[in-house]
């Protein structure tokens, strides 16, 4: 197997140039040889399908071609590689979470909730995007427009655009942290055969004792519902977030000092 059919997981970790020229269309074409039986659309749609029934580490050039019916070698023709490929899928992706078209709501607070929402759905449709190292980001089309779309209902905070930037990192930041407890649970159950009803059922008999000795009396004042599935941490922790960016904003606002961007006070 080639370094270019390799299981790489990190996006930006293949030739930056060509990942570029692809997703900004500014790679020559080929003009000779035989009428193309393939588009490079084609080849990247077909690689997240692949990664979404079977995981990111399913993915290989090799694989891909099976898929598709079609020779390993006449892959390159359109892309270099696996890390190539993989820039593009997440580009690809990307544009799922501000579909074309789709208004963003104006005030920021809509936003945020907006970009919340998005990306948590974003990540449940492909649970592999928590496998990929994205701590260098290849700026494609699709994740140009996602933070272009975003930038004017978020400076209606009064905030710095350094600022702006790290409310855009906080919100993603959170919802992947929530996104991976639920994938991992998921993948756990699948994985084990064993449901969580049963994992933690499994542990009841030794939980019990542990509150009936007396060594975790915090513990055992919890109320039966603690830990009860239909809670939605997810809206409440969203909630939680808002309020504190609009605590900020109103300080700000207050103090006068908008970072050199419009106030907020509209918004609230």
């Not at 990111?56 to 071609?65: G, P, Y």
């Not at 501000?98 to 998005?118: N, S």
């Not at 605590?247 to 606002?253: C, G, T």
Request: net charge negative; aromatic share 6%; proline share 4%.
């Amino acid at each position: 197997m080639s370094s270019k059919d390799s299981a790489t997981t990190t996006s930006g970790s293949g030739d930056i140039r060509r990942s570029l020229d692809l997703l900004w269309g500014t790679g020559e074409r080929a003009t000779r040889g035989p009428k193309p039986a393939l588009t490079l659309d084609r080849i990247v749609e077909a690689a997240i399908e692949l990664a979404d029934r079977e995981g990111i580490a399913a993915v290989s050039m090799r694989r891909l071609s099976t898929e598709l019916g079609t020779g390993t070698m006449s892959l390159y023709r359109y892309v270099p590689g696996k890390a190539e490929l993989l820039d593009l899928m997440l580009d690809k992706v990307q544009g799922e979470a501000v579909p074309e078209g789709e208004a963003v709501p104006g005030t920021w607070r809509g936003c945020v909730e907006g970009m919340a929402r998005g990306h948590a759905a974003l990540y449940r449709a492909h649970p592999w995007l928590l496998k990929v190292n994205h701590g260098r980001t290849v700026l494609g089309p699709s994740a140009m427009r996602s933070f272009e779309v975003v930038i004017a209902p978020l400076r209606t905070m009064g905030l710095s655009d350094p600022e702006l930037l790290s409310v855009i990192l906080t919100v993603q930041n959170w919802v992947t942290g929530h996104i991976r407890m639920e994938v991992d649970t998921v993948e756990a159950t699948q994985e084990t055969g064993m449901s969580d009803e049963e994992f933690w059922g499994s542990q009841q008999p030794f939980l019990e004792r542990a509150m009936l000795s007396g060594d975790f009396p915090q513990m055992a004042s919890l109320s039966e519902d603690t830990f009860s599935y239909e809670y939605d941490h997810f809206e409440f922790g969203l909630r939680r977030l808002v309020d504190g960016f609009a605590a900020l904003v109103e300080e700000r606002a207050a103090s006068g000092d908008g970072g050199g961007r419009t106030s907020a006070c509209e918004d609230e």
